[in-house]
């Protein structure tokens, strides 16, 4: 091993975006969730801790995925006061450890890591469940998921026109404006979510809702559309009208998380709207070969699970290495050698 492969690799958000290959990336989740279900990942509940006064929390997910051999830790915080001070509502970072020593190989930065991962969770089952070659596809919210996700759904089907609506207009127009020229697409700003939603074959929530009154409604969809819910961080937010559940096929990564953490979900179960049998994961629809589903109104919750931005930070160290990305750090080698050397020079008999 050279001193430059011991020095830790650090990959920034414009990084992230010059390594990342959507079509590679769905391969890379779909295996992974496919060998999880073969060989059981050690991925502990994650640690939630709360921040009352500002309304926030911070989330602590470590994993080891055997079968993958990967290891690390991602910690992420969402402080949705953060946009008045002109700062991410999401912030935070993975680690990437090497499994046969524990080192450190690669820190990435967690806010775009976590939106490429949900986005390509959304691809990966929107493929699976929109079967249409050219859908239309409607946007709620004009963030840092907005935009990953229009990336994502661009870069599996042929899209019409996207329209996207979010409570600024101005910032809108400027963000739909970009993403057209972005995917070559018609992306038209709208006033309301009910203008977004017409004719809209795909939906994709990426909101800071936080109430329970829903801001879909099932009578405002066409049937047969496509939802990736993803937004409405706390179990105490709908997106989603509860009761377009007990009509929809009810696709999530994580089952019992989804039951405790999706607003939509919890609540469909307690009003008997669903049962906990139609909460599904993710194994039979991605079984491969993909199996021929029946085209149906469909309901995706990512709720987020740590073996999947393991998986995803695995793919982005091995590709920005390929690639030459990142900066290579070895202030902690440099330290520890620093340290060894004063301990040197003041113990007696050069004993540290």
């Known amino acids: 091993m050279t001193d430059e492969d011991s020095n830790v690799l650090l990959l920034n958000a414009q990084d992230i975006h010059d390594c990342t290959d959507i079509t590679g990336l769905l391969d890379v989740l779909a ?14 509940a994650r640690h939630v801790i709360e921040h009352p006064a500002h309304q926030a929390f911070s989330l602590f997910m470590p994993a080891v995925l ?27 970072a993975v680690l990437l450890l090497e499994p046969d020593t524990g080192r450190l190989q690669a820190m990435l930065d967690g806010s775009a890591l976590t939106a490429l ?10 493929d699976r469940l929109c079967p249409l070659a050219q859908p239309t596809l409607a946007v709620l919210g004009a963030g ?49 979510v009910a203008q977004a ?40 937010a709908c997106e989603v009208d509860p009761g377009l559940l007990g009509q929809a096929l009810i696709h999530v990564d994580d ?11 919890s609540q469909a179960l307690a009003r008997s709207l669903i049962t906990p049998t139609q909460v599904m994961g993710l194994e039979a629809l991605l079984q491969e070969p993909a199996l021929s589903w029946v085209a149906a109104t469909s309901y995706f919750r990512c709720v987020g699970h740590a073996s999947q931005d393991m998986l995803v930070a695995r793919h982005l160290y091995a ?32 004993e540290g």
């Open 31 to 44: 295996r992974g969730y496919r060998a999880s279900a073969r060989t059981p990942d050690k991925v502990p």
């Open 66 to 92: 055997p079968e993958s051999q990967i290891m690390g830790i991602k910690v992420s915080s969402f402080f949705p006061g953060n946009s008045r001070r002109g700062l991410p509502a999401i912030n935070g």
């Open 117 to 126: 991962r949900t986005a390509a969770m959304s691809a990966l089952v929107t």
């Open 144 to 192: 840092v998921q907005a935009r990953a996700h229009i990336r994502a759904i661009a870069a599996i089907r042929t899209l019409r026109w996207v329209r996207v609506v979010a409570r600024d207009m101005d910032r809108c127009r400027a963000f739909a404006l970009t993403m057209s020229e972005q995917i070559g697409v018609p992306v038209e700003a709208v006033k309301s």
């Open 197 to 236: 939603l017409v004719d809209a074959d795909i939906v994709c929530t990426t909101t800071s809702h936080d109430t329970s009154s829903p801001l879909v409604m099932a009578h405002q969809l066409k049937p047969g559309v496509h939802i990736n819910a993803i937004g409405g961080s706390t179990v105490h």
């Open 255 to 265: 089952p019992q998380a989804a039951m405790r953490e999706s607003g939509e979900i």
């Open 319 to 350: 590709a920005a290495l390929e690639r030459q990305l990142g900066k290579r750090c070895d202030y902690l080698t440099s330290s520890r050698k620093n340290l060894t050397q004063v301990r040197g020079q003041h113990a007696p008999n050069g």
